[in-house]
């Protein structure tokens, strides 16, 4: 039987608090997409225990074992169809992906960032924006484009940066909203009320 539900994929490399809301949030069965798949391309992932015991199969792609970054993907690719995955959640997952990989996924393609995209780009956001004084932070879903955190945004949550915030106290509040953030977004592009145009901005968000 099929459910209409959207069949997803996480794909993390490590703690994978991220995958966890997604997953606990799509046990609704009125949730319009189903996490059928996690990946890894980290063995030790600490992520991968709770989806196993979630009863969602587990796979990893070690990307040390391959001689390069598309026979990697490749590998990823040939499980991402074997699961007839429709949408993919980058989740904490710590490789750039090549343009071939993200032409093969247009508008089904997400990834969480912890800033207000297009501010703070790539690592230590959080100390980066207290070094700026920014009075306000937060987090980012968007679809993925070759560049790094670059792609039409989907949806985005703020927080004021409090004078006694350290990195690790934003953090912690960030990370909060992005586990409420992630899966709003998740359920907006699976239900198609959000949808990537021709000239590369989201259409709804
Ligand atoms: C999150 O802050 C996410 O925004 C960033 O990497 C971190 C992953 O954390 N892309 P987790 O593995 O989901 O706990």
Known sequence: ??????????????????????????????????????????????????????????????HKIYAGREEFERAMQVLLELHRIELICLAGFMRMLTPWFVAQWPGRLLNIHPALLPAYRGLHTHARALADRAKIHGCTVHFVSPGMDEGPIIAQAEIPVLDSDTPESLAARVLAQEHILYPAALARVAEGLVSVTENCQANGA
């Open 1 to 62: 039987m099929t459910t209409g539900r959207k069949r997803t994929a996480i794909l993390i490399s490590g703690r994978g608090s991220n995958m966890r809301a997604l997953i606990e949030r799509a046990r609704d069965p009125s949730y319009p997409a189903e996490i059928v798949l996690v990946l890894s391309n980290r063995p030790e992932a600490a992520g991968l225990a709770f989806a196993k015991e979630s009863n969602i199969a587990c796979a990893v792609v070690d």
